[in-house]
């Protein structure tokens, strides 16, 4: 079973002022993530306003500008198994039959941004990127993504089930950008337990969870794609 989305309200946007300074599985989402990761379907009815446990991973409040102009800019530290050339982390994940998840080693405990540009450079129409909040580990996190169709998804992962932040509508009505992107540039401003989720400076969602979205951030990648990732940043505010 598919789960699709439909737009929220616009609100006012949170102006982020930088601090300090330092850079460095589960079923694909194909037409966006529904039960669990490993294929099973929750049949419990569980909300989808539930949260998650808190998480045991305690992110540093730091500022990270990653531009990736150097094989030693690692800001999901230097395990991964992908290159860095090209001005790009090169996430190459058409072999792979599982999303990818990296959590960096920066994050939020307080309100601020956290922001990634990918380059699609073989994307299916409806495979997902996107940045990972809030995260305890790899089956525990929020996802605010995005397919090249033009559609968006918030969604949480709580243990490895899968469930819908937001409303649920007809997956054509969930198109708010133009089809076939090249590119995204994604950006969660949170402030508290709202966060303001922008594709290429265009407001699409104005996401409230009942507990403050601060944690581990990081970027997620489907299966069956390859985009270059060429930019990471976390700003937290003052």
Same mark, same amino acid.
């Given at each position: 079973?598919?789960?699709?989305?439909?737009?929220?309200?616009?609100?006012?946007?949170?102006?982020?002022?930088?601090?300090?300074?330092?850079?460095?599985?589960?079923?694909?989402?194909?037409?966006?993530?529904?039960?669990?990761?490993?294929?099973?379907?929750?049949?419990?009815?569980?909300?989808?306003?539930?949260?998650?446990?808190?998480?045991?991973?305690?992110?540093?409040?730091?500022?990270?500008?990653?531009?990736?102009?150097?094989?030693?800019?690692?800001?999901?530290?230097?395990?991964?198994?992908?290159?860095?050339? =090209?001005?790009?982390?090169?996430?190459?994940?058409? $072999?792979? %039959?599982? @999303?990818? +998840?990296? &959590? /960096?080693?920066?994050?939020?405990?307080?309100?601020?941004?956290?922001?990634?540009?990918?380059?699609?450079?073989?994307?299916?129409?409806?495979?997902?990127?996107?940045?990972?909040?809030?995260?305890?580990?790899?089956?525990?996190?929020?996802?605010?993504?995005?397919?090249?169709?033009?559609?968006?998804?918030?969604?949480?992962?709580?243990?490895?089930?899968?469930?819908?932040?937001?409303?649920? =509508?007809?997956?054509?009505?969930?198109?708010?950008? $133009?089809? %076939?992107? @090249?590119? +995204?540039? &994604? /950006?969660?401003?949170?402030?508290?337990?709202?966060?303001?989720?922008?594709?290429?400076?265009?407001?699409?969602?104005?996401?409230?969870?009942?507990?403050?979205?601060?944690?581990?951030?990081?970027?997620?990648?489907?299966?069956?794609?390859?985009?270059?990732?060429?930019?990471?940043?976390?700003?937290?505010?003052?």
């Amino acid at each position: 079973m598919k789960k699709y989305l439909v737009p929220a309200a616009v609100m006012p946007l949170l102006i982020l002022v930088p601090m300090v300074s330092s850079c460095g599985r589960q079923a694909r989402t194909s037409g966006f993530f529904a039960g669990g990761i490993t294929g099973t379907s929750p049949t419990t009815g569980q909300s989808s306003s539930e949260e998650m446990p808190a998480t045991p991973l305690v992110p540093g409040d730091t500022l990270v500008n990653c531009l990736f102009e150097t094989s030693l800019d690692r800001p999901f530290g230097p395990s991964i198994p992908f290159e860095v050339y =090209g001005g790009a982390l090169q996430l190459d994940n058409r $072999p792979g %039959s599982q @999303p990818v +998840v990296l &959590l /960096s080693t920066a994050g939020l405990i307080r309100d601020g941004m956290i922001e990634a540009r990918f380059n699609l450079v073989d994307a299916p129409m409806h495979s997902v990127v996107g940045l990972v909040l809030r995260a305890a580990d790899e089956q525990n996190f929020v996802l605010l993504g995005v397919n090249s169709r033009g559609q968006y998804t918030v969604q949480e992962c709580r243990n490895g089930m899968w469930f819908t932040v937001m409303g649920l =509508g007809s997956f054509e009505r969930s198109r708010l950008l $133009p089809f %076939s992107m @090249p590119s +995204v540039e &994604l /950006s969660a401003q949170v402030h508290g337990s709202y966060i303001d989720f922008f594709v290429n400076g265009q407001l699409i969602q104005v996401v409230r969870l009942r507990m403050p979205a601060m944690g581990v951030a990081g970027v997620f990648a489907d299966a069956g794609i390859r985009v270059e990732l060429d930019r990471f940043t976390v700003i937290p505010s003052l």
